[in-house]
């Protein structure tokens, strides 16, 4: 369930899963619900909210990825080869909008160990 407190105009101020002191229950299919959570105040469908968070959490994997990467906690070619696939192209995209002082991009963070070597 969803909680919500509002503030005295009758506004969201914090929502909550669980009850907490002053809030109601509250809809996520409520517009106010909506236009809290939207964080650029446009209107957006609760479908629209999971979509766009859907491609945050996302890149929040790739860089989680990253880390377990760098701190050897995994190796890459642990990965699954279509998984390899799949973080390699979206290093590669993400690499092109990453330029440096001379509009030359920069690949920053290779997932890729001096001993790693991908086969296609």
Excluded at 15 to 24: C, G, W
Excluded at 55 to 62: A, D, G, H, Q, T
Excluded at 82 to 108: F, G, M, W
């Amino acid at each position: 369930m969803l909680y919500a407190v509002r503030n005295e105009q009758g506004q969201i101020t914090s929502l909550s899963a669980h009850p907490v002191e002053n809030s109601t229950v509250a809809d996520i299919t409520d517009p106010d619900v909506i236009s809290f959570l939207s964080s650029n105040n446009e209107t957006e469908s609760p479908q629209e909210l999971l979509e766009k968070s859907d491609l945050e959490v996302s890149r929040i994997i790739e860089d989680l990825i990253d880390l377990l990467i760098s701190k050897q906690t995994i190796l890459f070619t642990d990965l699954p080869e279509a998984a390899q696939q799949k973080l390699l192209t979206r290093k590669l995209a993400r690499s092109a909008y990453h330029v440096d002082d001379n509009d030359k991009p920069v690949i920053e963070n290779s997932i890729l160990g001096d001993d790693d070597t991908i086969l296609f």
